[in-house]
């Protein structure tokens, strides 16, 4: 069993940047892929961004080259940097892994960007 914990959230103001860092608990290395969600108030969650073992990488249409996702298999940690950050980024962003063992989710980090 993997637990993943996502930190780096915050409150930032329209143009600022974050960078949210997911860290599990055990080895990513053999994991298909590590990707970030998000779900805003009153919405479903969505993808945001995910990376494959391979390093591939896809991104939803409105964060692209606003948004980078990375992960250091040596520190079993994914991040998620993003720039020029908008008011529709506002939601609380999750961290998932497809693993081995199944999939796993972390417990959430609050994004608000706000004025």
């Known amino acids: 069993q993997v637990q993943l914990v996502e930190s780096g959230g915050g409150l930032v103001q329209p143009g600022g940047s974050l960078r949210l860092s997911c860290a599990a608990s055990?080895?990513?290395?053999?994991?298909?892929?590590m990707g970030w969600f998000r779900q805003a108030p009153g919405k479903q969650r969505d993808l945001v961004a995910i990376?494959?073992?391979?390093?591939?990488?896809n991104y939803k249409d409105s964060v692209k080259a606003r948004f980078t996702i990375s992960r250091d298999n040596e520190k079993n940690t994914v991040y998620l940097q993003m720039n020029s950050l908008k008011s529709e980024d506002t939601a609380v962003y999750y961290c998932?892994?497809?693993?081995?063992?199944?999939?796993?989710w972390g417990q959430g980090t609050q994004v608000t960007v706000s004025s």
């Open positions: 998932r892994g497809d693993g081995p063992g199944g999939n796993y």
């Open positions: 055990g080895s990513i290395f053999s994991f298909n892929f």
């Open positions: 990376i494959t073992r391979a390093g591939n990488t």
